[in-house]
């Protein structure tokens, strides 16, 4: 299933860590070295963390599980949105809001109103003055920017990707208190017991960043292209007998 290799990841920059000084003492067993100071991560853990991550995200999708993709900070925003698009995910880039996850019913009321905004022709901008109007507009700017990686999340995620466990310490602590599995880059400044699924590797290196999400994201495309082709197949013969009991 993993098609990434340590080669990949050495030109990625993946096995540099923080300063020792800032080694969290749980992250230690995953530190090979140290050079100037700086701590060296060992990238057979990283691929090990890595293969189970997609052998769990394998089982989620299989289940038609929903996988939420997390990163906040400005090396992760892009890589994270794009890759979650592609492969039919949803993700927050933008600031964490407390209780997206452990107060959803009230994040489902506030989507459900941003979709009563975006559509067209909706009663609620009849008979309103200019002033009305902006007032709504700006609401439904607002709302747009909090939730449009998740406004079609119907339900709590399966499972969550994150990148940098320090930055998204609330994301962790809303998934921990839900019991909602956690995969997460972590740096050798994070403690990587904090979630299920650790990859140990540099989380302030784009490359790094896009080369892991992409091989999650790749798993996840793979999986659903399959059960597309098992659909066609599944519906092609149906068309066949259909065929047949008409002759």
């Known amino acids: ?13 993946a096995h540099f860590g923080h300063v020792s000084s800032k080694t969290d003492p749980n992250f230690k067993d995953f530190v090979v070295s ?3 100071g700086i701590d060296i991560i060992n990238l057979d853990d990283t691929l090990n963390g890595l293969e189970k991550a997609l052998n769990f995200v394998s089982n989620i999708v299989q289940r038609n599980g929903e996988v939420l993709f997390v990163g906040t900070k400005k090396h992760a925003k892009d890589v994270i949105q794009q890759e979650a698009d592609r492969c039919g995910m949803f993700y927050v880039v933008e600031r964490w809001l407390g209780g997206t996850l452990t107060n959803f019913s009230t994040v489902k009321k506030s989507i ?3 979709h009563a905004l975006e559509k067209e022709g909706s009663s609620i901008f009849e ?15 607002k709302l ?42 972590v740096d050798s400044n994070t403690d990587p017991t904090l979630c299920e699924f650790p990859i140990p590797a540099n989380d302030d290196s784009i490359r790094t960043i896009q080369l892991l999400i992409n ?15 098992t659909e066609d197949i599944s519906n ?5 007998i259909e065929k ?4």
């Open 112 to 114: 459900k109103r941003l």
């Open 144 to 185: 747009s920017d909090q939730h449009r990686g998740i406004k079609d999340m119907k339900k709590l995620p399966n499972v969550i990707v994150i990148v940098d466990g320090k930055t998204e310490s609330i994301a962790i602590q809303e998934a921990k208190k839900l019991e909602i599995p956690i995969i997460c880059i």
């Open 34 to 36: 140290s050079k100037n």
């Open 215 to 229: 091989e999650i994201a790749n798993t996840i495309v793979s999986l659903n292209k399959k059960d597309e082709s």
């Open 236 to 240: 092609e013969k149906k068309e066949n």
């Open 244 to 247: 047949k009991d008409k002759s």
């Open 127 to 141: 008979d309103l003055t200019k002033k009305e109007l902006l007032k709504l507009n700006r609401e439904k700017i």
């Open 1 to 13: 299933m993993q098609k990434i290799t340590k080669e990949d990841l050495l030109n990625s920059g």
